[in-house]
């Protein structure tokens, strides 16, 4: 047995706004082992991305908790939160809007290194080595967002996230904006990370056919709460819940 | 048989920079056609060059395009608006962006009708309920008296979708009509214009850059790439068939279900 990555207990989260609110996760369960990719699939507004940012601590949960390592990461801050994000990267779904657009791409890619009391020389060494990964060349350093395309951009936002080494991305629709063949060039990158550094993903995608391709489970989202959860071949073929019927069956 | 639109050789420019060039299409009535390809490919481009919303900077430099014989890249403004609504119809992507927030639906929609006919508001909204209720908006009297911002994506698009269809156009041009929707949104409003086209014959062209319901929907396909017209032909010859390397590797990239199930998609 692998050891468990990743631990999420009963989250839940209630959005309020003057007298109403909105229960956007509720009571949400599931574990990620080491070098797993857990796929988390559903509706826009089925709290998939709620999900995402209670676990980078990007939203306070309003109840339960999340273990990172055994490590109870719920209530963390300061330093010690830090050091989680050590372990822990997020690749966002619109990558143009995610770098500081008044600094250059070499410049995002190094800040965590440079934060990390890493000297400008071997950030800048470091940064080439990401790029060229990432199937960039070093030039791009020097680039600023706007003067590159959108498959480039999320490629420069995927080395940003393996800036630190860590141990889990967590992809928040990372593909989502992409046209269909950089899509697929983005995630031959992401199978090779996989194999190469032994990543461990949570994959948030509402397309089911890139899930199957990709992700070892799948968790079925609707209205914030699980509905399913299994490997992808199973609830493709083998639904057990009504809504999950609906939605493979809306697949074109 | 005139087809109902032909474009022939068709470039267009914006600033004196071609975006779109030599594209050549045609379109019988009652048949859809998919316009597909990545971004930035001209796709959109095309459909307003048709319609002729491509603005101040846009202009057709060369080529013809014809709506049931007529010339429309020279007709005059004022005889072009007469065709925009009655003959041709456009959905847009953000229909909720296209309708103006701080009026309610109904007057909108009764706006609309009112450029075109003589037509009472209480005739307008009985026309609208009927189509709504047809396209699958059960609660129309609702939807007529609220503001876009107080209605789904989903219900904005179809909003958008019946305002077209309310003056029964000949044609129906849809510029990525389903693209901010879900999948199961997405197949509703699929099967809607669908039904449209079944009931009142109309031809549509379809932008998109989702390949599945472009094979879903489309009778024949254009394959778009910076601007050029890569391939055109039936939707089968083009997704399975096609000798034309870009065609194929975009194909190859669409990702498709794999299931076990018999009667499925072909793939």
Known sequence: MTEILLEAEHLKKIFLSGKTSLTAVDDVSFSLREGECLGIVGESGSGKSTIARLLTRLLEPTEGKIRLLGEDITHMSGKKLRSVYQKMQMVFQMPAESFDPRRTLGNGIGESLRNMGISRKETGKKVEELLVLCGLTPEYAGRYPHEISGGECQRAAIARALAVDPLLLICDEATSALDVTVQKQILELLTELKEKKKLSFVFICHDLALVQRFCDRVLVMHQGKVEETGTPDEIINHPKREYTKILIDSVL | MEPLLRAENVTVCYNGKPVVEDVSFELQKGEILGVVGE??????????????????????????????????????????????????????????????????????????????????????????????????????????????????????????????????????????????????????????????????????????????????????????????MMDYGPTDYVLHHSDNPYTRNLMNSVMHLNRVKVGEDDD
Do not use: W
Not at chain 2, 48 to 62: E, P, Q, S, Y
Not at chain 2, 192 to 208: D, F, N, S
């Open chain 2, 39 to 228: 971004s930035g490919s001209g796709k959109s481009t095309v459909m307003k060059a048709v319609m002729g919303l491509l603005g101040r900077d846009g202009l057709v430099t060369r080529g013809d395009i014809y709506y049931k014989g007529n010339n429309v890249t020279d007709m005059p403004e004022k005889k072009r608006r007469k065709l925009r609504g009655p003959e041709m119809g456009m959905v847009f992507q953000d229909c909720r962006a296209a309708l103006c927030p701080i009026r309610k639906v109904g007057v909108q929609i009764y706006e609309c009708l009112a450029e075109h006919e003589k037509i009472t508001k209480a005739e307008a909204f009985r026309r609208a309920e009927f189509l709504m209720k047809k396209i699958g908006l059960e609660d129309a009297e609702r939807i007529l008296n609220s503001y876009p911002f107080e209605l789904s994506g989903g219900m904005n698009q179809r909003i958008g979708i019946c305002t077209a269809m309310l003056m029964n156009p000949s044609l129906l041009l849809a510029d990525e009509p389903t693209s901010a929707l879900d999948v199961t949104v997405q197949k509703r409003v699929m099967e809607e214009l669908l039904q449209m086209r079944r009931e009142y014959g109309t031809a549509m062209i379809l932008v998109t850059h989702n390949i599945g319901l472009a094979s879903a929907m489309a009778d024949q396909i254009l394959v778009m790439k910076s601007g050029k």
